[in-house]
Structures are given as C-alpha cells and as structure tokens.
C-alpha cells in the first residue's frame, strides 16, 4: 500500500514569501498527484491535478511539480488567504489515499 | 454551477442508525463517481468509499467495508452515507466529493460538499 509523508507538518511563513510543501510517496505515483487546500470550518478545495495542473479557479501564484515520488507544492508570494492546512492525495488500486496534511501558518 | 448540498448536522446516541446525504446539482449525476470521506476532529482525511450513481457500483476502503452503506438514487440525483449502528467514534464530519468523469491527470476530487457534522455521545 502507498504512504504518502507530507512535510514539513508545519510550516511558519510571512504573507509575501514563497512557501514550499513536500509530498512524498513510498513508491512511484507517476505524475498522479493532486493537492487540496482546507481552510478552517471549510471543505476541501483541489488546487492541483496530475501533479502539475491548476484547478479551475486557482491562482497562478499555486503550482506543483514533481513526478515518481517526490512532489512539490509552491506559492510563490503568499497571501493571507492561504494560511490553511495543505493535503497531497493519489489513488493506487482503488484506494484513494491522502497524506497527514501541513499547516501554513502566519509567523 | 455543480453543487453539491449536504444534509445539516446530526446528533445520535451509540447504536442508532443514521442516513446521511448528498444532493447534486448543476451536472448530469449519473457518469460521475461521488465518494465520501471522513475528517474525525482535528485530523486528516480519509477516503471512505464511492458510488458511480449511473449502476451503483460501489467501492469501498478497506477500513470502512461492512461499517458504512453507500448508496444512491439517481431520480433525485442524491447519494447517501448510511451507519446501522453508529459508534462514539463515529463522531466527525463527512464529505462527500465528485470525481471527474475523464481525466488524464488522475484520480482526484474536483468538487466537496459543505460537510456533515455528525456527532455519537450517549
């Protein structure tokens, strides 16, 4: 079964600077990764597909990268607006599998 | 618009029955798998099981085979979440969420429900 570790679990960024969310998978997930954003209160949004592609709607400022096992998520300038907590996610054999979630938190 | 609409917040007692749902809107519901996924109180995701709507075929984790009943009515495009039995453990909120019908880029869910809170306590 695939684990996918996300870190770091929290990460303490100011609005303006780049943050950079890991994902990794214990075994390849191609380029089938997606990354979700949970504000509180909220449901979860999709911001990325396919490792690299942006949901309808997300800004440009979001992107990921990656491919086999190790993905990255990056906003480029942050907003305040985007201190949430960030989930990578894949599906292997039917088992639609999501990793433990990083904080972005306003330092 | 695609919309999802849950049913509101519930409070049951251990080894009661609860239905919860899921009304579509905005999209043909039939060809679309809707999954639901549980969020127990602070902490992550998890992938709980699916229903395509247009044949009912069902899939289910692992760890919620035999503990849930998915189901769907595609008269009134809606998709349920049902317990027998419900546990004190039970207790969290539920999503439910489309998967896109085609896509070269996965599996993943483009579109979540609001949320339903349910909560177990004697």
């Known amino acids: 079964e695939i684990v996918l570790t996300q870190s770091p679990a929290t990460l303490s960024l100011s609005p303006g600077e780049r943050a950079t969310l890991s994902c990794r998978a214990s075994?390849?997930?191609?380029?089938?990764l997606a990354w979700y954003q949970q504000k509180p209160g909220q449901a979860p949004r999709l911001l990325i597909y396919g490792a690299s592609n942006r949901a309808t709607g997300i800004p440009a400022r979001f992107s990921g990268s990656g491919s086999g096992t190790d993905f990255t998520l990056t906003i480029s300038s942050l907003e305040p607006e985007d201190f949430a907590v960030y989930y990578c996610q894949h599906r292997s054999d039917w088992l639609y599998i999501f990793g433990q979630g990083t904080k972005l938190e306003i330092k | 618009e695609v919309q999802l609409v849950q049913s509101g917040a519930d409070v049951k007692k251990p080894g009661e029955s609860l239905k919860i749902s899921c009304a579509a809107s905005?999209?043909?519901?039939?060809?679309?798998?809707i999954a639901w996924v549980r969020q127990m109180p602070g902490k992550g995701l998890e992938w709980m099981g699916m229903?395509?709507?247009?044949?009912?075929?069902?899939r289910y984790s692992p760890s919620f085979q035999g503990q849930v009943s998915i189901s769907a009515d595609k008269s009134i495009n809606t998709a349920y979440l049902q317990w027998s039995s419900l546990k004190a453990s039970d207790t969290a909120i539920y999503y439910c969420a489309r998967h896109p019908r085609v896509s070269d880029g996965g599996h993943y869910f483009d579109y979540w429900g609001q949320g339903t809170l349910v909560t177990v306590s004697s």
């Open positions: 905005g999209y043909n519901f039939t060809p679309y798998w």
């Open positions: 075994q390849s997930v191609s380029s089938y």
């Open positions: 229903i395509y709507p247009g044949d009912s075929d069902t």
